[in-house]
């Protein structure tokens, strides 16, 4: 590192942007159009003591680079922009604070909220706070990207379940694991975890992020953290919180091996990606890296105020994917975790901010263009949160033909269909489930989108857990530090009158029946279904329906208070899945073929087609499916859905009838043959599904 102090650096090359080594040396580029010169700061090991600063010497299409001859992995670095603090122009700059590389791919040190990193000037064209934070501030290390791979590929999953889960928070809690390895990276990879997986039946696993992110000084002060991780700050770093550290194994390399682990295992990675804002917050949050190199381009500032950000994500700032340097900070990323670390797919947080141009949201915006024609993002899979909180930010359904959305009007439709009607007794209707259930075509089928393309989902990340749906009546959030005022967006829990853990075996009784019926409806619904981590299970957070800064057993799974007939139901539901999967990945169309077979049909219980005016009756809760066609059964299938609180009895469509599941029952098993025309009792808060063994009905 010596040897680097009084070395002048070469032009190099205005590519690839961040540091780059070539065997003999690293090259720097950084982009900014604003500044009038870019420093490149080397630190010592520690990253406290600055050795060296060196103008980068070129500049070409605003991009400022330079080669340092002889440097190599391991160099400790940082960057000062200089140019004009005219916040009324939306320029930021200030040398005295150390800036993070936009593209680092190992972030060192650990931030820490100071006085000499956040500039609060009341007066716009003034700047006093001129304090040097090298010794605070965090700086990028150059890496060797190489990774021994060996025969790695992606599954290539074609019917998707989706698994979403904390790194952390998945294994921390979890007996079979090894200490040293529980709450990381090789936790998840680790053989206990895998074989769970695989005898769940999920095929792809949905991290929540796993960028570098901090966690918001509000939090800190209070003694808590941004556990949830949607507070990026590093678009190409692993967060090194998330690992074990263990055989000496970097971050990096860690998160690699649980790929290369779970790939092997036949599964897929998806990330949860937060390119909507950074961690720097809104104006007087801390400058670390894009507002100090370049906050006019990096960031969407309110055109009649430039001093002020649109907060079009609700955390402050919003990036600006309108400006060519952030598309490309975007995609260049996104293709970095493809390429380099082998992820399989995406999950875009706030993703309509994606596709906001000058003039509203528009499913043909830069971006999604980009990835449409990009040769490697082209072919991973896309999945949209499909809203933002600015205006027109509500776009289910809005996205571009090939990308996957969360549908919550899937999980509100299920929630007012069985939890309302088992606590108030009035319910979504039968026509609301229905077309829910059968992928959503009031929203994705007039948009020529298959059905598939719907994510389906009860419960996420965001709310409460599914036992805690049906087991409180209001949120519990006090821990988190704002007097019980977040979280109030969820709704549709119980509101039994009984909160929590209780003696009562018929209430308990009606808990468990509601969420089998809700896990049921979820994993074979026509779309993809995505089950929360946890619910398999009957994982509680105690009530608190937004637990973003719990880093502890409220939010870890507790593997040793399973409900082992719950996880057996939802074995036996995702087996079910798997063998006959009971919608196909098109849209039905209601009519009969050539010998009289229709592909679908909604029955009433006594069999005859449900009517116009029941589908849209909230005070019926039973009714009949009859799948002709189903997606990979052979035979057709009949399912009996029961709402009500008491039961109710069904006449069977004619032949002969093997019954799959039976939801009334704590592990939905049942060996049963019934004929047609037959009267099947379905009991309150379930649903059945049947087989039929024998000829195929001609009629409904």
Same mark, same amino acid.
């Given at each position: 590192m010596e040897r680097l102090i009084h070395v002048t650096p070469l032009a190099g090359r205005p590519w690839p942007l961040g540091a780059s080594f070539d065997g003999h040396g690293v090259n720097f580029a950084v982009f900014s159009a604003h500044a009038q010169a870019i420093e490149l700061c080397l630190f010592d090991a520690t990253g406290i003591r600055e050795l060296a600063r060196h103008h980068l010497p070129a500049q070409t299409n605003d991009v400022w680079h330079g080669y340092l001859p002889d440097a190599a992995p391991g160099l400790l670095y940082g960057l000062r922009a200089y140019g004009p603090w005219r916040p009324d122009q939306g320029h930021r700059f200030d040398p005295s604070k150390l800036l993070l590389d936009p593209y680092a791919r190992e972030i060192v040190?650990?931030?820490?909220?100071?006085?000499?990193?956040?500039?609060?000037?009341?007066?716009?064209? +003034?700047?006093?706070?001129?304090?040097?934070?090298?010794?605070?501030?965090?700086?990028? +290390?150059?890496?060797?990207?190489?990774?021994?791979?060996?025969?790695?590929?992606?599954?290539?999953?074609?019917?998707?379940?989706? $698994?979403?889960?904390?790194?952390?928070? $998945?294994?921390?809690?979890n007996p079979l694991i090894p200490p040293s390895l529980r709450g990381s990276y090789a936790g998840l990879a680790h053989p206990a975890s895998i074989n769970y997986l695989k005898q769940l039946g999920v095929t792809s696993v949905s991290l929540l992020p796993v960028h570098y992110s901090l966690s918001e000084d509000r939090l800190i002060g209070m003694g808590l953290c941004n556990y949830w991780g949607y507070n990026t700050i590093g678009f190409f770093c692993v967060n090194p919180r998330l690992a074990s550290g263990s055989r000496g194994m970097s971050a990096r390399d860690e998160f690699r091996g649980m790929v290369r682990a779970l790939h092997a295992a036949g599964l897929e990675v998806i990330l949860d990606v937060v390119y909507n804002h950074t961690a720097e917050s809104g104006e007087t949050g801390p400058t670390i890296s894009f507002r100090g190199l370049d906050n006019a381009n990096y960031y969407r500032l309110q055109a009649n105020d430039l001093a002020h950000y649109e907060n079009l994500s609700g955390c402050g700032n919003t990036l600006d994917v309108r400006q060519p340097v952030v598309l490309q900070l975007v995609m260049d990323s996104l293709r970095y975790w493809v390429t380099d670390m082998h992820v399989d797919g995406f999950r875009f947080d706030l993703a309509s901010i994606l596709g906001r141009t000058d003039s509203g949201f528009s499913p043909q915006g830069a971006f999604f263009t980009a990835v449409a024609q990009d040769p490697v993002l082209s072919h991973v899979r896309m999945i949209s949160e499909p809203w933002d909180l600015g205006p027109g930010g509500y776009q289910v359904g809005g996205f571009p033909r090939h990308w996957h959305e969360w549908n919550d009007k899937f999980r509100d439709g299920m929630r007012k269909f069985w939890v309302q009607a088992a606590a108030s007794g009035h319910s979504g209707t039968c026509g609301e489930f229905a077309m829910r259930l059968c992928g959503s075509s009031d929203v994705f089928q007039q948009r020529r989108r298959v059905p598939s393309k719907s994510i389906n989902y009860v419960v996420s990340h965001d709310g409460f857990t599914l036992r805690d749906l049906v087991s409180y009546n209001e949120r519990h959030n006090q821990a988190n530090g704002e007097n019980n005022r977040d979280g109030q967006g969820e709704n549709h829990n119980f509101n039994c009158g009984v909160e929590g853990p209780t003696a009562d075996t018929a209430v308990n009784s009606l808990r468990t029946r509601l969420q089998r019926a809700m896990l049921a409806s979820t994993l074979l619904s026509q779309g993809t279904p995505m089950l929360c981590a946890g619910d398999e299970i009957g994982h509680t957070q105690d009530g608190n329906n937004n637990p973003y800064c719990q880093d502890n057993a409220t939010t870890w799974i507790k593997w040793e208070a399973m409900d082992k007939d719950l996880l057996a139901f939802t074995q036996h539901v995702m087996q079910i899945r798997r063998q006959s999967l009971p919608f196909a990945n098109l849209w039905y169309s209601g009519l009969s073929d050539a010998d009289g077979v229709y592909d679908l049909s909604w029955l009433n219980p006594n069999g005859s087609a449900l009517q116009a005016d029941a589908w849209q009756n909230p005070g019926i809760h039973a009714m009949a499916c009859l799948i002709g066609k189903p997606g990979r059964s052979k035979s057709p299938l009949l399912w009996l859905i029961n709402a009500g609180h008491d039961t109710r009895p069904f006449v069977l469509a004619r032949g002969q009838w093997q019954v799959m599941l039976d939801t009334s029952l704590p592990q939905g098993k049942i060996d049963r043959l019934c004929s047609g025309g037959s009267l099947f009792t379905v009991k309150a808060h379930s649903l059945i599904l049947l087989q039929q063994t024998g000829t195929r009905p001609l009629t409904r």
């Amino acid at each position: 590192m010596e040897r680097l102090i009084h070395v002048t650096p070469l032009a190099g090359r205005p590519w690839p942007l961040g540091a780059s080594f070539d065997g003999h040396g690293v090259n720097f580029a950084v982009f900014s159009a604003h500044a009038q010169a870019i420093e490149l700061c080397l630190f010592d090991a520690t990253g406290i003591r600055e050795l060296a600063r060196h103008h980068l010497p070129a500049q070409t299409n605003d991009v400022w680079h330079g080669y340092l001859p002889d440097a190599a992995p391991g160099l400790l670095y940082g960057l000062r922009a200089y140019g004009p603090w005219r916040p009324d122009q939306g320029h930021r700059f200030d040398p005295s604070k150390l800036l993070l590389d936009p593209y680092a791919r190992e972030i060192v040190g650990e931030f820490i909220w100071s006085g000499d990193q956040i500039i609060t000037e009341r007066d716009p064209l +003034r700047r006093t706070n001129t304090h040097n934070n090298a010794a605070l501030a965090l700086k990028a +290390r150059v890496t060797d990207d190489h990774f021994d791979w060996g025969d790695d590929a992606s599954p290539m999953i074609t019917d998707t379940v989706l $698994y979403e889960c904390h790194v952390k928070g $998945y294994s921390m809690l979890n007996p079979l694991i090894p200490p040293s390895l529980r709450g990381s990276y090789a936790g998840l990879a680790h053989p206990a975890s895998i074989n769970y997986l695989k005898q769940l039946g999920v095929t792809s696993v949905s991290l929540l992020p796993v960028h570098y992110s901090l966690s918001e000084d509000r939090l800190i002060g209070m003694g808590l953290c941004n556990y949830w991780g949607y507070n990026t700050i590093g678009f190409f770093c692993v967060n090194p919180r998330l690992a074990s550290g263990s055989r000496g194994m970097s971050a990096r390399d860690e998160f690699r091996g649980m790929v290369r682990a779970l790939h092997a295992a036949g599964l897929e990675v998806i990330l949860d990606v937060v390119y909507n804002h950074t961690a720097e917050s809104g104006e007087t949050g801390p400058t670390i890296s894009f507002r100090g190199l370049d906050n006019a381009n990096y960031y969407r500032l309110q055109a009649n105020d430039l001093a002020h950000y649109e907060n079009l994500s609700g955390c402050g700032n919003t990036l600006d994917v309108r400006q060519p340097v952030v598309l490309q900070l975007v995609m260049d990323s996104l293709r970095y975790w493809v390429t380099d670390m082998h992820v399989d797919g995406f999950r875009f947080d706030l993703a309509s901010i994606l596709g906001r141009t000058d003039s509203g949201f528009s499913p043909q915006g830069a971006f999604f263009t980009a990835v449409a024609q990009d040769p490697v993002l082209s072919h991973v899979r896309m999945i949209s949160e499909p809203w933002d909180l600015g205006p027109g930010g509500y776009q289910v359904g809005g996205f571009p033909r090939h990308w996957h959305e969360w549908n919550d009007k899937f999980r509100d439709g299920m929630r007012k269909f069985w939890v309302q009607a088992a606590a108030s007794g009035h319910s979504g209707t039968c026509g609301e489930f229905a077309m829910r259930l059968c992928g959503s075509s009031d929203v994705f089928q007039q948009r020529r989108r298959v059905p598939s393309k719907s994510i389906n989902y009860v419960v996420s990340h965001d709310g409460f857990t599914l036992r805690d749906l049906v087991s409180y009546n209001e949120r519990h959030n006090q821990a988190n530090g704002e007097n019980n005022r977040d979280g109030q967006g969820e709704n549709h829990n119980f509101n039994c009158g009984v909160e929590g853990p209780t003696a009562d075996t018929a209430v308990n009784s009606l808990r468990t029946r509601l969420q089998r019926a809700m896990l049921a409806s979820t994993l074979l619904s026509q779309g993809t279904p995505m089950l929360c981590a946890g619910d398999e299970i009957g994982h509680t957070q105690d009530g608190n329906n937004n637990p973003y800064c719990q880093d502890n057993a409220t939010t870890w799974i507790k593997w040793e208070a399973m409900d082992k007939d719950l996880l057996a139901f939802t074995q036996h539901v995702m087996q079910i899945r798997r063998q006959s999967l009971p919608f196909a990945n098109l849209w039905y169309s209601g009519l009969s073929d050539a010998d009289g077979v229709y592909d679908l049909s909604w029955l009433n219980p006594n069999g005859s087609a449900l009517q116009a005016d029941a589908w849209q009756n909230p005070g019926i809760h039973a009714m009949a499916c009859l799948i002709g066609k189903p997606g990979r059964s052979k035979s057709p299938l009949l399912w009996l859905i029961n709402a009500g609180h008491d039961t109710r009895p069904f006449v069977l469509a004619r032949g002969q009838w093997q019954v799959m599941l039976d939801t009334s029952l704590p592990q939905g098993k049942i060996d049963r043959l019934c004929s047609g025309g037959s009267l099947f009792t379905v009991k309150a808060h379930s649903l059945i599904l049947l087989q039929q063994t024998g000829t195929r009905p001609l009629t409904r």
